[in-house]
């Protein structure tokens, strides 16, 4: 494979306007004699391990009975979602994760590969289905054992029993080691008591419990003899058949959201609700009917982390859905740009088409290729869930490494959905506003994202400590002098990847020299080193700050570290933009079709020097890349961004959308067909003879 920096430098446009006008770039990589990419085989790639699920998937979500119908008031639209989560019972749709004695497929990564995909039809429908089979379903299957399946697991799979996943409390959003809500033990009846002291303990933004939870999986405090053994998950009826609560329960409706109005949010309450020992989720911990306490997992943190990595597929389908939906803000962004045209190049010639525009160019280009790397690291995440879910590879330490993974990649591909639905809807213009174009819709049900499953800053900051241990564990009975020529980045010969550690040569010296730069130190293995050097020094930074807290009171500690909270942050968004850009050049390397390599290759050193060019200033701080270097970034991206103009619609297109998953008129071809219109008036107008004189021709003469 070659890199973008060793190809022949020759132009990516194939003709220019007449002498005066502006260069005209070529629309297509047939245009401009490029190499091109088989979008067929680039679709697979992009689907994934799970591609004839995600497929099959899709075409179920052609039926418009599945799609979000604009401007409907919120209590159809949570009608029509749940009348939709009806129609993927009857298709085999909420059985892929479940037991096969249950009726259920036991495909765990089919499960999400699928459920993602939803996203393209309605967000709503998307987030309701995994409320119900993902949260509420997995908890009774994940926390629960055979007693509790054979109960409840056949009539939530077939909706019989809608159900509430109730963790997250209006107090205690991500923190849920500290929530209030009490379960506590009384042996005379053998019977769980379930409270929730103050308002703050009142459990919120819980989807099914506004309207149509039958039941909810409560996250409380577990009480027995007087001993608080941390959070436990209990199975709770709260509605009759009727639909109204039963006795002790209460609740409220949050209303009318930001987005994902489909779904059913709301708040619910305790009053001493009284439920069966039996309905204690007791895989990881039980209480006798004399209430003694037992667990095969004596430590009570390990045991609390536990019971919450059974629950991380939340995680890593928000990671794929972002992914999905922003990949189809691009494709609509992208279509309209190769159609629009928007003022003439100033010499009376065609006005040029959006994407021909360098800043557009820039606007939307690099953002593809972030969106392309995100798909190559969610099959990665993805393959690592299902063989942990499976019992494949299900050890602590795999456990361990897909949280992390989990973690580093959702804040991510989360944020980066908002940045580029709203970067997709300005490129779009007016036109990007309306909301048949699907583009402000999408960024108002996406953006509750980057809160779902825990803010995106707690998960970067667990995967920051987890960096520092895995830091520490290198140097374990290392001596003073060791860990100093590390401190320095004298010894450094081992990157962060993935959760664990991979063998790195040196770290990277700069070539110092500026012509050498653009044409050396670009390539694949220079982008790695000053990717993969920067977690390295980052992480260093950080243990070494953090190293007197050690001698420190628990509060000193605790201010140290929260002097070095950010940086440790940015070190873990480092890890994973790296881990994203090695997923990306691993996925490449799997491709047999050179040409595909070659195009797929430009638009992974875009994703890396975009990386790089976001952090120049962190480069040129410590050392890594001299100012000549700094500079040529910048100017080699606009290259990139040249050579790629001519692939973008066949980019676009492998995603794989049909019309019926798109549905925004501005790419359907209706843009074209306006424009051609215009044109051909203008040219016929011209033709007759009636073409009027501009004022401005008339003063040059």
């Known amino acids: 494979m070659t890199d973008a920096a060793v190809r022949p430098n020759k132009p990516a446009t194939s003709k220019r306007t007449p002498a005066g006008g502006a260069p005209t770039a070529a629309h297509t990589a047939e245009e401009a004699s490029e190499a091109r990419i088989d979008v067929a085989a680039v679709t697979r790639a992009l689907l994934g391990t799970w591609a004839d699920t995600r497929l099959e998937a899709r075409e179920m979500i052609k039926d418009p009975a599945f799609w979000r119908v604009d401007g409907m008031p919120m209590p159809e639209h949570r009608e029509r979602v749940l009348t939709q989560l009806h129609l993927l019972v009857e298709a085999g749709g909420s059985r892929r994760s ?95 008591v ?53 006795p002790g329960i209460g609740g409220e409706d949050d209303g009318v959201k930001g987005g994902l109005n489909g779904i059913d949010n709301g708040r619910l309450h305790f009053d001493h609700v009284r439920i069966p020992r039996e309905n204690l989720l007791n895989r990881y911990g039980d209480v006798a009917a004399d209430g003694t306490y037992s667990s095969e997992i004596a430590s009570p943190g390990r045991r609390f982390f536990t019971m919450l990595g059974a629950l ?10 972002a992914t999905t939906g922003t990949a189809l803000a691009l494709y609509i962004a992208i279509t309209y740009a190769n159609q629009r045209r928007q003022f003439d190049s100033g010499a009376g010639t065609d006005e040029v088409v959006l994407l021909d525009y360098g800043k557009h160019q820039r606007r939307l280009l690099p953002r593809l290729a972030q969106d392309y790397a995100q798909f190559f690291a969610h099959d990665e995440l993805l393959k690592k869930f299902d063989g942990v879910f499976s019992g494949t590879a299900d050890t602590p330490a795999e456990r361990e490494d897909l949280e992390t993974l989990a973690a580093a990649l959702k804040p991510l591909s989360t944020w980066n959905a908002l940045d580029t639905i ?88 700069d070539f110092g020299s500026t012509a050498r730069s653009v044409e050396l130190g670009l390539r694949a293995e220079q982008q790695h080193e000053l990717l993969s050097g920067r977690v390295q020094q980052m992480v260093a930074d950080v243990a070494g700050a953090l190293r007197p807290a050690a001698r420190m009171s628990p509060a000193e500690a605790a201010a140290v570290f929260n002097e070095n909270q950010t940086q440790l942050i940015e070190a873990a968004r480092a890890h994973a933009e790296l881990l994203q850009w090695e997923a990306f050049t691993d996925g490449i390397n ?78 359907s071809g209706a843009e074209r067909a306006r424009q051609d219109e215009a044109r051909a008036y203008f040219a016929d107008l011209a033709a007759s003879g009636e073409l009027p004189t501009s004022e401005k021709a008339l003063k040059k003469k």
């Open 98 to 192: 479940f037991p096969k004695e249950y009726g259920g497929l036991d495909n765990n990564g089919a499960n999400l590969a699928g459920f993602q995909e939803l996203v393209l039809a309605d967000p709503s429908l998307q987030i309701k289905s995994g409320v119900q089979w993902g949260l509420f379903g997995s908890a009774i299957y994940q926390l629960g054992t055979k007693k509790h399946h054979d109960a409840w697991l056949p009539d939530v799979i077939s909706l019989a029993l809608p159900g509430a996943f109730a963790m997250t409390e209006t107090g205690h959003g991500s923190d849920v080691a500290a929530i209030g809500t009490t379960a506590t033990y009384d042996p005379e009846t053998e019977e769980f």
């Open 194 to 246: 379930i409270h929730t002291p103050f308002r703050g303990a009142w459990k919120d933004y819980l989807g099914n419990a506004a309207l149509h939870g039958k039941a909810a999986t409560v996250f409380a405090q577990l009480i027995t003899g007087g001993v608080n053994y941390g959070v436990h998950c209990f199975f709770v009826p709260l509605r009759d058949e009727e639909g109204a609560f039963l």
């Open 312 to 321: 991380v597929q939340g995680r890593v389908s928000l990671d794929g859905a």
């Open 422 to 509: 709203q970067e997709a809807r300005e490129a779009c213009g007016g036109s990007g506003f309306l909301a048949e174009n699907r583009l402000v819709g999408l960024h108002q049900d996406l953006d509750v994202y980057v809160t779902f499953e825990g803010d995106n800053n707690v998960l970067l900051q667990l995967v920051g400590k987890r960096l520092l241990s895995d830091f520490a564990r290198q140097f374990k009975g290392a001596d003073a002098a060791a860990l100093a020529k590390y401190a320095v980045g004298q010894t450094a010969g081992k990157l962060f990847h993935g959760a664990g550690l991979r063998q790195l040569g040196q770290t990277v010296t």
């Open 590 to 667: 799997r491709l047999e079709d050179e040409d595909t390599a070659h195009v797929l290759t430009w638009l992974r050193d875009l994703f890396g020097l975009s990386l790089i060019e976001k952090h120049l200033a962190w480069y040129l701080i410590n050392g890594r890349l001299s100012t000549q270097r700094a500079a040529s970034v910048s100017r080699y991206i606009d290259r990139l961004c040249a050579r790629l103009r001519p692939h973008a619609q066949d980019l676009v297109d492998a995603f794989g959308f049909a019309p019926e998953h798109v549905r925004a008129p501005i790419a």
